[in-house]
């Protein structure tokens, strides 16, 4: 919804953003069908419902169709779990803490700029969604895609970028972000540890 709101409020789009505006009002119009299910999946359903999960049956079955679409979950095998192109792996975190643990915090700054150099969600943003990760009007894009990826829970103030919970350290993601994004950051100090903040300079 955000998407579309931003591209319905600017003036001028270009072709590709013609075209994903469509595609996100399509995808947005409702139709109703009817599916039959297993007696355990709907008393799931149900209990979810009941907990809060989600508003009603209907909502969390479309959004399940949605993750499974949007997470390519056609595409897992045995091989492993494909989303958007790449390949994911599931690992605990306290492996990828061990595994930075080890590198100094120029060394995790350096890695960030060599993963963000070559980040498959700026393959996303061009191939997918018609944008160029470089432009300011894909930030809010790049930051949705990477918290739906699992990176940490992402908000936007102003020139202010607020990561909670972040999965990888802050040098790593201040050098991601600045080669992905090609601006320069600056690393804020936090009064809530579990936070990075980065400000655009």
């Known amino acids: 919804m ?11 789009r270009t072709a590709a953003e013609d075209a994903r505006l469509s595609e996100i009002t399509d995808l947005l119009k409702k139709k109703i069908i009817s599916v039959t299910m297993s007696q355990a999946l709907v008393s799931r359903i149900d209990e979810l419902v009941h907990e809060r999960v989600g508003r009603s049956r209907a909502q969390l079955i479309e959004d399940a169709v949605r993750w499974f679409l949007d997470y390519s979950v056609h595409k897992w095998n045995e091989r492993g779990l494909y989303v958007s192109g790449f390949r994911a792996a599931l690992e605990s975190e306290t492996m990828t803490s061990l595994f930075f643990s080890k590198l100094t915090p120029s060394d995790q700054y350096e890695l960030g700029v060599t993963a963000g150099s070559q980040a ?10 018609g944008g160029d990760p470089k432009d300011a009007e894909s930030r809010e894009l790049i930051i949705g895609l990477l918290q739906d990826y699992g990176w940490g829970s992402f908000e936007m103030h102003d020139d202010l970028i607020v990561i909670g919970s972040p999965y990888y350290p802050a040098p790593f993601i ?19 540890k579990e936070n990075v903040a980065l400000r655009i300079l």
């Open 2 to 12: 955000k998407e579309k709101s931003r591209l319905e409020g600017k003036t001028k």
């Open 120 to 129: 498959a969600v700026s393959d996303v943003v061009r191939l997918y969604r």
């Open 174 to 192: 201040q050098g991601y972000l600045e080669t992905l994004l090609k601006i320069k950051l600056e690393l804020v100090d936090m009064a809530v």
